[in-house]
């Protein structure tokens, strides 16, 4: 008869789940670095191609620094070795073209056309290597070479900052560079569904992801308004486009979110404002009635909200199993029991800069948190290791090769 595991073994198992797997990094700036920081957070080795003197772009992004070390850097690229190559040079170029030979993933976010003419692209590396997976990550795909592949262009032009902002302002960004960690997470995603696709043929898969594009999955609801009607919908603050009363309202200190998904659970709410007139109006009885009379729904509401605390609001509304919630800054979040009993807060120890925190990874597997294996690297720290452990570079090759 099996003996289960134990449970600290499993552990050390499933927060490794891509050990054995080599990926290359040939990424700069936030979407292809956060692909890469996932695929590492999950047990891959994640080896970083750095150009010398200024490394990745993001070292110099600050301030904050901690020390010299920019704290945008060290937010993207833990459990990742860095090797520094100079691609101008023949002998840089071919390490790092025998770098990705040896690796099962390559990860690169150039000017489309780029790695190609320097030998790195998806052609050149999987006629020589068939099962190589090849991810490009883009501002708007391979095929369209002209336009600037940043965060804040590609929310404009995939329409999301048309959604996002009060109705009466101007067109606003989301607060996190969302078309950077959406394309990076649907990088990593179809990196690992390659992976398994390669198990069962033995063939690698090219992947083209663009910012434009995930941007553009993220619409769902607010793509099917539009597909429906042919009206493209506009911004709504703080409130939900179909659902209402759903959004932030004013109390006495200051605001809080509350989300009223159904008419039973309307009429709960009513309850829990001691406003059962507001429960019997035909104006408010169905969902799409409360959507046509919102403002004065919401003005009604807040009339009421507004006599009370949020405390006593959050506490009144859980009583009676009303979704609620308060409106946290990133103090308040990260030292928030939601976040550390999830240990999405963490701590480590950095070779230049010290203990630095590091938000945790977001997934629990048999009920344990991915492990921070290593610090972001210093820029090129791994070269020698790398080069000498992968290739099998000696002393004089390394001289050679400018390391």
Known sequence: MAVPPKPDAMAAKTSLLLDGIRILDLTQALAGPYCTMLLGDLGADVIKLEPPGTGDHARQWGPPFIGSESSYFLSVNRNKRSVVLDLKRGAGRSAAQALALASDVVVESFKPGTAE?????????????????????????????TLAG????????????????????????????????????????????????RERTGQGTYIDVALNDALLALHTYQAGRYFATGEAPGREGNYHATIVPYGTFEVSDGFINVAVGSDTQYRRFCEALDAPELGADPRFATNPQRQAARSELVREIEQRLRQRSRAEWLDRLEHHGIPAGPIMDLGEAFS????????????????????????????????????????????????????????????AMLEASGT
């Open 117 to 145: 003419r320097l030998g790195l692209g998806p052609l050149s590396l999987r006629a020589r290597k068939p099962a190589l997976v090849y991810a490009s990550i883009s501002g708007y795909g391979q095929n369209q070479p």
């Open 150 to 197: 940043y965060d804040q262009i590609a929310q404009g032009t995939s329409g999301l900052m048309s959604l996002t902002g009060v109705p009466d302002g101007p067109p606003t960004k989301v607060g996190v560079p969302v078309g950077d960690i959406t394309a990076g997470m649907f990088a990593a995603h179809a990196i690992l569904a390659a992976l398994v696709a």
């Open 336 to 395: 928030n029991p939601l976040a550390t009993d999830r240990e999405m807060r963490v701590e480590i120890e950095h070779p230049v800069a010290g203990p630095i925190g590091q938000v945790g990874t977001p997934w629990k597997m048999d009920g344990q948190s991915g492990r921070i294996r290593l610090a972001p690297p210093t820029l090129g720290q791994h070269t020698a290791e790398v080069l000498r452990e992968v290739l099998g570079y000696d002393d």
